[in-house]
Structure formats: structure tokens, C-alpha cells
């Protein structure tokens, strides 16, 4: 039986202790996680992971791990996507040049 079929036990990996705080508290959830391939952004959604009910760190097992470890190797294969997403992309420089000319142009 693996974490996920273990819904409502708050420690799933029998006495395993969450790597940031040390928590007990851990139980299972799903995510969604972004992952860069080169230049490419790769969203995977209903991941499986533990999650640290003190201080909300996420975790995954080595069956989840291995899985990401594979599609990764694989080049996430676009033809296998479930589906396509279009993102904004901001340029944090030139926000900061914005925001300072800006500023410059505000008179004291």
C-alpha cells in the first residue's frame, strides 16, 4: 500500500519525519509543478507528494521521484501533454527600469 491509499493517517511513511521541521504531521496531497526542460516551461498537474502539515513543506516519494526522474529523461514528450497553456513572461529588469524612471520623472 503506498501514501496515497492512506488518505487518513497523519504519517503515512510509518515514523518518517518531514526533512524541513521535523513534523510528524505528514500526510498526503496532490500538486501541480512547474519544471524547467532547457528553455521550456513543463507544468505536471495531480502529482502525487507528502506534504508537512506543521510547516507545509511538499515532498515526494521515491515511486513519485523516479516517475518525474523518467518523463524528465524522456524530454517530456509534447505529444504525450495533456493539454497546452499559454503564460505571460515579464522581464524583471525591465520592470525595475520602468519602476526608476518612473520615480525619476515624480517630482520631490
Known amino acids: 500500500m503506498n501514501y496515497q491509499d492512506r488518505e487518513g493517517e497523519q504519517s503515512p511513511a510509518g515514523d518518517a519525519r518531514c526533512p524541513q521541521c521535523g513534523s510528524a504531521a505528514i500526510g498526503p496531497t496532490n500538486i501541480r509543478s512547474a519544471l524547467w526542460q532547457g528553455e521550456r516551461l513543463v507544468v505536471i ?6 506534504e508537512c502539515r506543521s510547516c507545509k513543506e511538499q515532498f515526494y516519494d521515491d515511486v513519485t521521484a523516479t516517475m518525474l526522474d523518467l518523463l524528465r529523461g ?13 503564460v505571460p ?14 520615480k525619476a520623472k515624480v517630482p520631490l
Open 45 to 50: 498537474e495531480g502529482l502525487p507528494a507528502l
Open 74 to 86: 524522456a524530454g517530456f514528450p509534447a505529444d504525450k501533454a495533456a493539454r497546452f497553456l499559454e
Open 89 to 102: 513572461v515579464f522581464d524583471y529588469a525591465q520592470m525595475l527600469r520602468r519602476a526608476n524612471l518612473a
